[in-house]
């Protein structure tokens, strides 16, 4: 069974630092795109980066220059560096990975199971 696990949420001041990491675990094949997501309260699930397996990055604007996904394909886990934070990146932050299950013909999106980032004013 596939499972990402991930690390590094909890409470920071506004202005601070957070590194959140996934990791895959399980009879894995091959990964493709990595990315993290966010849901805040009430509103609904968004991106916040994203990383192709040729390493190109896309970024939702608001993060833009403050945060940077990095990914290590020899150990197969994507890292989100989190500078600079306001109380606007409040949420819970989730792990998507494109992955193809061992013995699997297609990719699935698997998700992590979310660490939550408060930060406060």
């Known amino acids: 069974q596939v499972q990402l696990v991930e690390s590094g949420g909890g409470l920071v001041q506004s202005g601070g630092s957070?590194?959140?990491?996934?990791v895959p675990s399980g009879r894995i094949d091959s990964f493709n795109a990595m990315g993290w997501y966010r849901q805040a309260p009430g509103k609904e699930r968004e991106l916040v980066a994203t990383i192709t397996s040729g390493g190109s990055t896309n970024y939702a604007d608001s993060v833009k220059g403050r945060f940077t996904i990095s990914r290590d394909n020899a150990k197969n886990t994507v890292d989100l560096q989190m500078n600079s934070?306001?109380?606007?990146?409040?949420?819970?932050?989730?792990?998507?990975?494109?992955?193809?299950?061992l013995g699997w013909g297609r990719r699935y999106d698997y998700w992590g199971q979310g660490t939550q980032v408060t930060v406060s004013s």
């Open 18 to 22: 957070l590194r959140l990491s996934c």
């Open 85 to 101: 934070l306001k109380p606007e990146d409040t949420a819970i932050y989730y792990c998507n990975v494109a992955i193809r299950p």
